[in-house]
Structure formats: C-alpha cells, structure tokens
C-alpha cells in the first residue's frame, strides 16, 4: 500500500475518504461471507468454500491493516487509495473466477467499485480503476467461460432473480455510499467556515487591542504630565491663605480624581477590548472572580445584583482572571440597563462533572428579567458593533469580546431569550484545576 501521510494532512477530505473506504470494505467483506453462507446453506449451491472464504479472509485483514493505519494517521493518499481498490478488484475477480464466472449476477458489483473510486481518489485514478475493473471482467471470460443456458428453464428463471438482487444491492450501496460520503463532506466544509468566520472575529478582537493599546500608549503620557502639574499645583496652592485656596483646592482635588479615574479606564482598556495577552493564568475560585466583577460596579448597580456560588469550598481553577471578570462584568451592565429599575439581576457559577483528570467545566449565567429579545436580534446579538442601544449609549463589542474570549478558552458563549421573558446569558469554558492556593485580591461577592 502506498501511503501518503504529508499529502494526507494537507488535504482536510482525506482522513474522511479514508475511513470511509475503511467502512465500506468491511461492509464488502461482511457481505460477501454472508452471500456466500447463504448460497451455500439455505439454496444448496456446490461452491468450494474451503477455497473463497480464504479470499474473504484476506479482504478483512488487508482492511484491518487499513484502519489502522488510518487510527495512526498514516492515512493514504490518492495513489495508496486507488491502490487498495485495485487490490479489491483483483480479489472479486479471485472470487467470481471460483462461483460463476462472468455469468455471476454479482458481477455488476464492478460498477460499485468505479463509483467508489469516483469519490476517493479523483479524476485520473478514477479512469485507471475503472480500466483494470473492465479488464478483469473480461479476464473471467478466460478463468470461468460461461456456460450456455436453457432460456426457458427454472435455472434462468432463478439466474434472472439472482440478477435483479445484485442489481438492487449494488445500486442501494453505491447511493448511500455517495451519500453519505457528500453529506460528510458538507459537515466538513461547514466546519471549516465556522473556523475561518472565528478566526475572522479573532483578527476583529487583534485589531481592537491593538487600537486599545495605542490609545493607552498616547494617552498615557499625557496624562501623566497632568497629573504632575496638578501635585505642583496643589503644593503652590497650600502656601496660600485659606479662604483664597479653598476653591481652587477642591477643583485641583476634582481634576486629581478625574485622572485617577481615567488612569483606571486605560488600565482596563486592554482586558476589555479582549486581549488576554501578558496577563498569565492563575488560580482564582469563582467567589473571587465575582468579587471583581462587584468592585467593577457602581454602588448602586452592585446593590441590585445578586451572585450564587456553591456553598461550601468551591475548587479553585487556572484561568486569566481579569479578563473573565470583564467580560462578566459587560454581561452584568447589559442586564441591568435591559432590566427595569429595581429589578435585581442574577448571576450564577456552575461547575460541570470532571471530563478528564486535570480539567472541568465552569459555566458563569447571568439572568436578567427584562425586555428580552425577539429571534432576529438574538441571532445577531453577537456581531461586532450590533446594538439596540440608543446612540451613545453602547458599541455593540460587549457581547462581541464576550463570545471571543469563551472562544479563545475553548468554551462559547451561549444567549436564550424571548420577548417579554427577559435574557440569560452564559459563558462556559473549561479550565485547568489549580495545584496551588488561590490568591484572593478582592474580597469574595
């Protein structure tokens, strides 16, 4: 067998035409042992079988050799597949020369092998396969000449029953092999653009946080320059008699507060545009990480959202901590402001069972009971720039970073709303258990 293994990883359809032709030979050899049986058992036909089962034998361990290969990625190529399907015709030939010749209604099956070929192994093999299946059916007529038959006897009658089954057979395994073979080639191709549309978004998320950290970047310096002038500033003014400093110390006391909160901005700008670049994963409980996404929140957004941990001591795991309480904490704003006021917004932390030893399932919810969505809105909710929001009031990225982020974790973002029946939305990603402590920086929600 001619294998292939570089050409095969190159090509996405190859392991799937090579499993495929891994299930089909051994659904060959399945029928040829049981046709065989059958002729032999139930209708009393002389056939050598101490000579055919051999050959069946031989298909079944040459397929054995086959799948694993495949199991161990040395898939075959288009060479090393119409290599194996020559080898087939070869041994049908084998088993026709044995139990009727050319005169075997089952004979038809050569058309089944050109057809498989036709989808395996592509244009110029296809022709080469189909050629060595005409000569090898000619080649029975000197293995096996027919024998005259009496047209008009029970023989023929039952010689043309025996046709319309090998005929029927055939034609079903060469359509639901074509099939299934398309259907297959469909997931995958669908596949592959839902990984080229992420990867679309990723570059999104890359443009974004490079916008970010230029804006921090020019910014910065700036602000930097401020701030150092307004301390100057504050120590010229505590020189001066009090009654003429006290106004112009609470407005250089607003413009110090002012700047912290814009150092604060441009502190989070990174994390929230998506990027978990230079932030390390590190061990953190889910109590910790809700305590962040409250310190993130206005007092009296804070007051109106309620945070359900596991009682007990929840496991701590490896994940990239800011970057989960940001995009937390965008799903909580959207809940309040799509909440009437009031309304107390819910957000929950679920572990999922042990998928393997070292790595779980965390699933973070956060209800609301608002407005909801309709189905189109929902479909589109986690584009780039998509909002109902009234202008000024949102970008329409929450959502966006949101679904990014779960995605570069391996995990998703999933939204279920109605209309009247308010949103939740969940993030779930797996995360690594923690072999150390879990530092806490924030006080657990």
Same mark, same amino acid.
């Given at each position: ?167 029927? #057979?055939? /034609? &079903?395994? @060469? +359509?639901?092999? *074509? ?7 469909? $997931? !995958?191709?669908? =596949? ?87 932030? #390390?994963? /590190? &061990?953190? @409980? +889910?109590?910790? *990480? ?7 929140? $206005? !007092?009296?957004? =804070? ?143």
């Amino acid at each position: 067998m001619t294998l292939d293994p570089a050409r095969a990883s190159d090509d996405p359809r190859a392991d799937l035409r090579a499993r495929w032709l891994v299930r089909v030979r051994w659904g060959a050899a399945a029928g040829q042992a049981f046709s065989l049986l059958v002729a032999r058992y139930s209708f009393g036909a002389n056939l050598p079988l101490a000579r055919v089962l051999p050959l069946v034998l031989l298909l079944a361990a040459s397929n054995a050799a086959l799948q694993w290969a495949v199991h161990r990625r040395l898939t075959p190529g288009p060479v090393g597949r119409a290599a194996v399907l020559s080898f087939d015709i070869l041994q049908w030939t084998a088993l026709l020369s044995m139990v009727g010749g050319p005169s075997n209604p089952f004979s038809v099956f050569y058309l089944v092998q050109i057809a498989i070929a036709a989808v395996t192994v592509g244009p110029r093999w296809t022709w080469a396969v189909a050629a060595l299946a005409v000569s090898a059916y000619a080649t029975l007529f000197a293995l096996a000449p027919p024998t005259p038959a009496d047209h008009t006897g029970e023989a023929f009658a039952s010689h043309l029953r025996a046709m319309w089954v090998a005929l029927t #057979a055939a /034609a &079903a395994l @060469t +359509a639901y092999f *074509v099939a299934r073979l398309s259907s297959e080639v469909e $997931r !995958r191709d669908a =596949a592959l653009a839902l990984e080229r549309e992420r990867a679309s978004r990723h570059e999104r998320v890359a443009a974004l946080t490079t916008l970010a950290a230029g804006a921090a970047h020019e910014l910065g310096t700036p602000l930097a320059t401020v701030a150092v002038a307004s301390r100057e500033l504050e120590r010229s003014l505590e020189r001066l008699p009090e009654e003429a400093g006290s106004l112009l110390h609470d407005d250089v006391r607003l413009i110090r507060s002012e700047l912290d909160r814009a150092r604060a901005i441009l502190d989070r700008m990174a994390v929230e545009s998506g990027d978990m670049v230079g932030e #390390a994963p /590190a &061990a953190v @409980t +889910a109590a910790a *990480v809700f305590g962040d996404v409250r310190s993130m929140l $206005r !007092r009296e957004e =804070a007051d109106r959202v309620r945070f359900d941990v596991m009682p007990g001591d929840p496991p701590a795991g490896v994940l990239p901590r800011r970057a989960l309480a940001a995009a937390l904490h965008s799903l909580v704003r959207n809940g309040l402001e799509a909440s009437p006021a009031g309304e107390a917004v819910s957000v929950r932390w679920t572990p999922s069972p042990r998928r393997e030893s070292e790595r779980a399932n965390w699933r973070f919810e956060v209800e609301d009971h608002g407005t909801g969505m309709s189905r189109d809105v929902l479909d589109r909710a986690t584009d780039p720039f998509f909002t109902t929001k009234a202008p000024g009031r949102g970008t329409g990225l929450g959502l966006f970073l949101a679904r990014s982020f779960a995605e570069r974790l391996g995990g998703r973002l999933s939204l279920e709303s109605a209309p009247g029946a308010g949103t939740t939305a969940a993030i779930e990603i797996s995360v690594s258990a923690a072999s150390v402590e879990p530092v806490e920086t924030t006080p657990d929600a």
